[in-house]
C-alpha cells in the first residue's frame, strides 16, 4: 500500500492559512496540481496514492470514492482554494493533472477541472498546462478533446522500450506505444511532450538502457526524463526481490545508466536542467515549468487525495484515501489531514536541497560556514564546477550529479 503521510499539525477546518503565508505573494508564481488517484493495474514498483477498483471496494465508501463522481469533488476543493486564498489577484501560471492516471477519466473529467481553475483563478496567457496520461488509455480523439479543452503539454509514461522490463515494473502497454502516442499528440496540436524513462530495472542491460533511449528520442519528444529505479518497502518489486526473485541494481549500475543517458541525449540535442530532467537546448519552454516552482519554492495547491501543497512557507497534505477526501468536501470541510509551517532555515536548507540539483545550481551565500567549507572542498574534488564558484553559485558537474544526494547532504551541514 502507499506509503503514510507526515506528521504535522491539524488543518483548520475551514483550510485556512496564516496570515503571512500570503505575504508578497505577487512575487511569487502560483501553479494548482489536480491529483487523480486511479490506476487500472498497480504497477509492481509503484507507491503512489493510487487505487485500483479492487482496492477502493463497495458500500458507501465505493460511492464515495466513484470515478465517475471525482471530477465533481475535485472542483470543490478548488472552489475552497479559492475561498482561503481570497482575493489573491494572481492567476494559475501551471497546472499539472498527475495520478495514478488522469486519462482513465474521460476526457471531458480533465477538462471540467481545467475550467474550474480558469473560472476560479483565472489561467495566465502562457499557463503551462500539463497531464500525464497512460500511453494505452488515450487515442487520437481523446487528445483532440484534451487540447480542445486548454491542455497544451502531454507526460506520458514509457518507462522502457523492452518488453522484458515492462513485465519486471509491470506495465501494461505494448512497447512501441508510447512512441505512436507522441505522434497522436503532435496531430492533435500538443507542442510539448515528455516521455517519462526508468533505468535499472532488475534483468536490464545497458543495450536495453540504450534501445530505450534510441526509442524515445526517435519518437521526438522536446522532454525526457529518466529516474533510476528506487525499491520502495510494500511495494509488490520489494517482495520479489527480498524472495530472490529478481535481482537488485546496485548504485554502479545506477550511475553507469546515467552517464549512458547524459552522452546520448545531450548528443541528440537536449540537455539537463535538472538532474533528472533533458529539455531541447536553448529552448526554456520545452523545460516543465510546474517542476520547477516545486525546485524552487513557489506557491501551488495540490487538490485531490493525498496531494500536497505549499504557500508562502506554509505546506499542507490531504486525507490519502479518496472515500475520505470526498467525504470531508460535501461536509464543507477541508480535506487537509496535516501541515508544518516552516522556519527561516527550513526553508534556507530546502533551498539547498532543490536549487542545487537545477543546471542553474544554488546561491553559495545560502549556506552556512560547514556547507560553506563542504563547498569548497567538492569545487577541489570536481563535484561542483569552478566557474561557477567563482560566480557565486553551487552547480554541479556531472560527476557531481552521480554524487548530487551526499553533495547536498554535506552542503546542509
Not at 482561503?84 to 492516471?101: A, C, K, S
Not at 530472490?244 to 545506477?254: A, C, N
Not at 495547491?301 to 460535501?330: D, E, F, I, T
Request: glycine share 10%; with cysteine.
Amino acid at each position: 500500500m502507499p506509503s503514510a503521510l507526515p506528521d504535522g499539525e491539524p488543518v483548520p477546518s475551514d483550510g485556512s492559512l496564516p496570515p503571512h503565508a500570503l505575504a508578497g505573494s505577487d512575487r511569487r508564481p502560483l501553479g494548482m496540481y489536480l491529483h487523480v488517484p486511479y490506476c487500472a493495474t498497480r504497477c509492481g514498483y509503484c507507491d503512489f496514492n493510487t487505487y485500483t477498483a479492487t482496492e477502493l471496494g463497495g458500500g458507501s465508501d465505493g460511492v464515495l470514492a466513484s470515478r465517475d463522481t471525482y471530477a465533481g469533488t475535485l472542483v470543490e476543493e478548488i472552489r475552497l482554494a479559492r475561498k482561503v486564498l481570497g482575493d489573491d489577484p494572481r492567476p494559475v501560471e501551471t497546472v499539472f493533472v498527475g495520478g495514478g492516471t488522469p486519462t482513465l477519466l474521460p476526457a471531458a473529467d480533465l477538462g471540467r477541472m481545467l475550467a474550474a481553475v480558469r473560472e476560479e483563478f483565472g489561467l495566465a496567457d502562457d499557463a503551462e498546462v500539463t497531464t500525464e496520461a497512460n500511453p494505452e488509455s488515450v487515442d487520437a480523439a481523446y487528445l483532440a478533446e484534451l487540447r480542445e479543452a486548454g491542455f497544451n503539454r502531454i507526460s506520458f509514461g514509457m518507462q522502457s522500450a523492452r518488453a522484458h522490463v515492462l513485465r519486471i515494473l509491470e506495465r501494461t502497454h505494448t512497447p512501441g506505444r508510447p512512441e505512436e502516442c507522441v505522434a497522436l499528440a503532435r496531430a492533435a496540436g500538443f507542442r510539448h511532450v515528455n516521455l517519462d524513462l526508468i533505468y535499472g530495472t532488475p534483468g536490464e542491460s545497458d543495450d536495453d538502457w540504450r534501445a530505450s533511449l534510441e526509442a524515445a528520442l526517435g519518437a521526438g519528444p522536446d522532454h525526457i526524463s529518466a529516474y533510476a529505479l528506487i525499491v520502495e518497502e510494500g511495494t509488490r518489486l520489494a517482495r520479489r526481490i527480498r524472495r530472490g526473485e529478481v535481482p537488485m541494481t546496485d548504485d554502479d549500475v545506477h550511475a553507469d545508466r546515467y552517464l549512458i543517458a547524459e552522452e546520448r541525449l545531450s548528443a541528440a540535442g537536449l540537455e539537463w536542467y535538472e538532474v533528472s530532467n533533458w529539455a531541447v537546448a536553448g529552448d526554456t519552454a520545452a523545460r516543465c515549468r510546474h517542476n520547477e516552482l516545486y525546485w524552487t519554492g513557489a506557491d501551488w495547491w495540490g487538490a485531490g487525495p493525498g496531494a500536497h501543497s505549499h504557500v508562502g512557507g506554509v505546506r499542507w497534505w490531504n486525507v490519502k484515501h479518496p472515500a475520505a477526501y470526498a467525504r470531508a468536501l460535501a461536509e464543507g470541510r477541508s480535506p487537509g489531514a496535516g501541515r508544518e509551517v516552516l522556519s527561516a532555515e527550513d526553508q534556507r536548507i530546502e533551498r539547498i536541497l532543490l536549487e542545487l540539483r537545477l543546471r542553474e545550481g544554488c546561491p553559495l551565500d545560502l549556506l552556512a560556514p560547514q556547507g560553506a567549507k563542504a563547498a569548497e572542498r567538492a569545487r577541489d574534488d570536481g563535484l561542483l564546477e569552478p566557474d561557477a564558484y567563482e560566480r557565486g553559485r553551487a552547480r554541479l558537474t556531472l560527476r557531481g550529479r552521480l554524487l548530487a544526494d551526499a553533495v547536498v547532504r554535506d552542503l546542509v551541514d
